[in-house]
């Protein structure tokens, strides 16, 4: 039960921090919203942006190897009952 939950907060996770990505990346391709932006402006915005899509991917792709973790974790064999050469 605790590992389905856990799954289901790292996908509301996973959408969340997904749905910011894509907000971040639509800024950078619009700019900066003000009316008449200058140069330098465009120019901020779009460093800016680029750094936050870049940390939210990092932040996206932890996630995807956590749920992956997580998903897998009742695979696994504990060390302690691996079965013993054959003499």
């Given amino acids: 039960m605790l590992l389905r939950l856990a799954q289901l907060a790292l996908w509301v996770a996973l959408a969340a921090i997904g749905v910011l990505f894509v907000l971040a ?3 950078f391709a619009r700019g900066s919203l003000e009316e008449f932006p200058t140069a ?3 120019d901020k915005v779009r460093l800016v942006t680029g750094v ?3 940390l939210l991917l990092g932040i996206e792709l ?3 190897a956590l749920l992956h973790r997580v998903t ?3 695979c ?3 060390v302690d009952s ?3 050469p054959a003499a």
């Fill in 25 to 27: 990346l639509l800024y």
């Fill in 40 to 42: 330098e402006d465009t």
């Fill in 62 to 64: 932890a996630l995807v």
């Fill in 76 to 78: 696994r064999r504990p």
């Fill in 52 to 54: 936050g899509a870049v």
């Fill in 72 to 74: 897998h974790a009742g």
């Fill in 82 to 84: 691996a079965v013993p």
